[in-house]
Structure formats: structure tokens, C-alpha cells
């Protein structure tokens, strides 16, 4: 419980502030020279404060204590002078905070508001299947964050949001360790979707990659979202609450076609696709395998999973999470299969004329 301490992140200013001689054995980390233009980009309502502050204290100490990387809040509602306080005194980083314009959170005109409610009658029993809020958010999550003016100056972004948890100390910075390899999108989870949520989300892709050919890629990873023996999708997808990624993938000509083909198929109200097999789909089609990353290393969790490193050294030396209880073990997980893929796979042709 972080509620009632004092937040000041630098161990060293700490301890002089409070009367301790600096010790030793801990040497002052200097700031990295090198740095990618990348930001924590978190979605996140007023009432939301409090967990993100003890996600955001958790990331500090970890991680970003040692390498200041901005924070970018956005809600769709203004920001509270409270929340701004408590969440600019939790970093010694830059904090901003953006208001999402009306036309990214609410219903566009080819859309029918009526059909929106029947459906979410109709889906009552479905987790969040009859939120409109939650449906706002995975579509603002699938096609807008990364078009936010706050979002502009950077070309790589990790997604953050209230409550979850980093279990084990980052030494290096993912950001540059993305840039330096040319990867484009950075997973710890990956589960199951709900098929009840996506009824018509894999038949719609297969119509936009009939329709747009030319923009999937070759090889790609379409091989770990297809079932071998349907062709149908196999619900596989990676946990969008974590993402390390660029943001140049989500503002590629590939994906926005991809986004408004969604957009204007309406599945976002009439169904209730995700942000995350959305996401997901665009990697398998638009990605190949030697772009995306499992960072295996980076201990997270988000309620009911987690992400924690086997490796004996590091899980000793750097981490406070179970090995054992990582998802990636358990067969909600498809990271074994990711890994197991070839990276020369392609689906496409077998999804299209196949099935
Ligand atoms: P879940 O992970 O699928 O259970 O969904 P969450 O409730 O965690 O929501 C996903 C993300 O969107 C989190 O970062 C939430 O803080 C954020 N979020 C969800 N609904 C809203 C909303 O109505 N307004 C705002 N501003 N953020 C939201
Ligand atoms: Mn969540």
C-alpha cells in the first residue's frame, strides 16, 4: 500500500533528504545518453487514480527511476487537478494529459445507435457485453491513441494501464533494445479471445485480405492466429494491456486500411471486438515473426495472469513473481506456439483459396 508514503523516486536524494550517509555499495546511476523518442501511454479515468499510482510507483522503481521516460494520460473526460497532482508527483518525469476528441470516443455516422443497444442487450451475459464506455474504449484503443497530437513526437510507445504490476527489476531500456532490431511490436501475454466477443472479426480480415492483397506481408504470421484444420481463426492473441511497440506500425498505410475496413464493418458496437485481437490480427497479417518480441523478461502482472521470467538467474536476482504460475506454461497461453513458428511461414494464400 503506497497511499500514505512519501513518493521520491531517487534512492540517493532520499537518503540525503532524510539524514543517511550514501551508502557505498550503490553506485549513482547516471542518465542514459541514448534515448529513444518514446512515451508510457496510459488510458485512464479520475477515478482510476489510485491504482495507477501504485502501477506508476512500481514502474519507477523498476524501471523508469533510471531512464525518465514521459508519461502521456488520456481520457475522455478532462483530468481532475487531483489527479494531475498525484500523478505528476509520482515520476520525477514529464507528465501531459489529453482530452480525446469527441469524434475518436463516440459513435460515427454510419453507424446505428439502435442496432449499438440491441446488441448489447443481446450480449448481456458476455463479459463487458453490455458496456458502451468499454466498447468506446477498445475502439479508441484500436484506432485512435496513437493519432493524439500528445502522441505526435514520439515513434514508440508502451502501454500502461491502472493496477497492474512489474515484478522484476528492467536493467535496459526496451525502447532502444525495439529501435536497435527494427521490432515492431513487444508482447509479455498472449491468451484466448472469447469467441462470443468476435463473431464475424476473422470473416471480416479474410474479406479485407481478399479486398487488399497487396498489402499483406510475405512471410508473415497469419500461421499462429489460423486453426490448421478449419482455417478458421484460433482465437490467439497478445494481451493488448502490456504492448511495447511502434508507433510507426499503428500509423502504417497498412494498418489504418486495415482499422477503417473494421470501423466501417461495425463490429466495434455490434459485436465487441477487442483492441487486442484487433491489434493482434494486424501483426499477423502486416508482421513478420523476426519483428515481434516476447519480452519473457519483464515481470507483469494484470488480473488473472501473469508474465514471469524462469530463468533461475534472473528470477532470483531481479524479480517477486512465481516461475512456476507464468501463463505462459498453461494452454490459455499461445507464446509456445509463437515461438515455435517458423519465420519463413506464410498463411495467406492458404486462408484465402483453402478456406
Ligand atoms: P480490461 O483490461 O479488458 O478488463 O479493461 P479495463 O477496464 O482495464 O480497461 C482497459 C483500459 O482502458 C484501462 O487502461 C482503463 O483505465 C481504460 N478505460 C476503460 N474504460 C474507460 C473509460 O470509460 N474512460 C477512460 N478514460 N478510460 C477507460
Ligand atoms: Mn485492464
Not at 86 to 92: D, E, G, N
Not at 102 to 111: A, C, D, L, Q, V
Not at 158 to 170: A, L, N, S, T, Y
Amino acid at each position: 500500500d503506497y497511499s500514505d508514503m512519501k513518493i521520491n523516486l531517487d534512492p540517493v536524494r532520499q537518503m540525503e533528504t532524510s539524514g543517511f550517509a550514501i551508502p557505498a555499495v550503490e553506485p549513482i546511476e547516471v542518465a542514459p545518453t541514448k534515448r529513444a523518442k518514446a512515451c508510457f501511454v496510459i488510458l485512464v479515468r479520475n477515478s482510476d487514480i489510485h491504482d495507477l499510482r501504485a502501477t506508476m510507483r512500481e514502474l519507477e522503481d523498476r524501471f523508469n527511476h533510471k531512464f525518465n521516460y514521459p508519461y502521456v494520460f488520456l481520457n475522455n473526460e478532462p483530468f481532475s487537478d487531483e489527479f494531475k497532482d498525484l500523478t505528476s508527483t509520482a515520476t520525477s518525469a514529464n507528465t501531459s494529459y489529453g482530452l480525446i476528441p469527441r469524434e475518436h470516443w463516440g459513435y460515427p455516422s454510419w453507424i446505428s445507435e439502435q442496432k449499438a443497444a440491441d446488441a448489447r442487450v443481446e450480449m448481456k451475459d458476455v463479459i463487458y457485453g453490455s458496456s458502451e464506455s468499454y466498447r468506446h474504449m477498445c475502439r479508441y484503443e484500436s484506432g485512435f491513441f496513437f493519432r493524439h497530437p500528445l502522441m505526435e513526437q514520439y515513434d514508440y510507445y508502451w502501454r500502461v494501464e491502472p493496477g497492474v504490476k512489474f515484478m522484476c527489476d528492467i536493467d535496459y531500456d526496451p525502447f532502444l533494445y525495439m529501435q536497435e532490431r527494427q521490432l515492431k511490436y513487444g508482447f509479455t501475454i498472449s491468451i484466448h479471445e472469447l469467441v462470443k466477443t468476435i463473431p464475424t472479426l476473422w470473416k471480416t480480415t479474410k474479406q479485407f485480405m481478399r479486398e487488399n492483397s497487396q498489402l499483406v506481408a510475405h512471410p508473415n504470421t497469419l500461421e499462429w492466429v489460423t486453426d490448421p484444420r478449419t482455417g478458421d481463426y484460433n482465437l490467439c492473441h497478445f494481451w493488448s494491456n502490456f504492448e511495447i511497440a511502434s508507433l510507426g506500425f499503428l500509423r502504417s498505410e497498412q494498418y489504418l486500411s486495415y482499422f477503417d475496413y473494421l470501423d466501417k464493418a461495425g463490429g466495434f458496437f455490434y459485436e465487441r471486438w477487442g483492441d487486442a485481437p484487433v491489434h493482434s490480427l494486424a501483426v499477423a497479417m502486416f508482421l513478420r515473426k523476426d519483428e515481434v518480441h516476447w519480452f519473457d523478461d519483464i515481470g507483469y502482472f494484470h488480473n488473472p495472469m501473469n508474465n514471469c521470467p524462469t530463468d533461475p538467474q534472473i528470477n532470483r536476482n531481479k524479480c517477486h513473481c512465481d516461475p512456476t504460475k507464468s501463463i505462459h506454461h498453461s494452454s490459455y497461453s499461445c507464446t509456445k506456439e509463437f515461438m515455435a513458428l517458423d519465420p519463413m511461414s506464410d498463411y495467406s494464400d492458404r486462408i484465402l483459396n483453402e478456406h
